[in-house]
């Protein structure tokens, strides 16, 4: 089983940046996938990005790419999000989960989230 616990969301000012982290239990973190997705108040959860077990492939949405990072350190089982020039309509609770495949993690298909950080920004 692995818990993951997210951290780093707070308030920003649009244009700022953010760097999301998510601490991962158990000592299977290199053998999953892992993905952020993101929830807006009154919207359904949407993928973000995703990052193969090795950390050798990762993919964003092509609305995210150009600012927003997926990284992990599988020696300190760590997964992060980088998110540049942000803007309000970035504000959501941002959750990280693990998944069977990275491909998998692109279609919702999650074996763990973490519960969840939020992220608010000030126009």
């Known amino acids: 089983q692995v818990q993951l616990v997210e951290s780093g969301g707070g308030l920003v000012q649009a244009g700022g940046s953010l760097r999301l982290s998510c601490a991962a239990s158990g000592r299977t973190f290199s053998a999953y996938a892992m993905g952020w997705f993101r929830q807006a108040p009154g919207k359904e959860r949407e993928f973000v990005a995703r990052?193969?077990?090795?950390?050798?492939?990762?993919y964003s949405t092509d609305s995210m790419k150009a600012r927003f990072t997926i990284s992990r350190d599988n020696a300190k089982n760590m997964l992060y999000l980088q998110m540049n020039s942000l803007n309000p309509e970035d504000t959501a609770v941002y959750y990280c989960?693990?998944?069977?495949?990275?491909?998998?993690?692109?279609?919702?298909?999650?074996?763990?989230w973490g519960k969840g950080t939020l992220v608010t920004v000030s126009s």
């Open positions: 990052i193969s077990a090795s950390g050798n492939s990762a």
């Open positions: 989960a693990a998944c069977p495949g990275a491909v998998a993690c692109g279609t919702g298909l999650v074996n763990y």
